[in-house]
């Protein structure tokens, strides 16, 4: 994943709306879908819960 789409998955992680990750990063709601797309495409993923549960085990969510 790209900085960017960690970014926003640690924002989804954290259980925030698209419009809040949007508000929060300063970035349109559409980017926002365009970059969870990326994740769950990446992570052969299909839902929130989904990306958040292969993130966690994985340790992408844990600060750098």
Same mark, same amino acid.
Not at 2 to 6: F, I
Not at 36 to 39: D, E, F, G, Q, S
């Given at each position: 994943l /790209? +900085? %960017?789409? !960690?970014e926003v998955l640690r924002l !989804? @992680? *954290?259980g925030y709306t =698209? +419009? $809040?990750i *949007? $508000? =929060?990063l300063v970035i349109s709601i %559409? /980017? !926002?879908e365009t970059h %969870? @797309? @990326?994740?769950h495409r990446k992570l052969d993923t299909s839902s929130r819960a989904e990306a !958040? *549960?292969?993130a966690r085990k994985?340790?992408?969510l844990e600060d750098r």
């Open positions: /790209t +900085p %960017r789409e !960690v !989804v @992680a *954290a =698209n +419009p $809040e *949007a $508000e =929060n %559409r /980017t !926002v %969870r @797309a @990326a994740i !958040v *549960a292969f994985h340790g992408l």
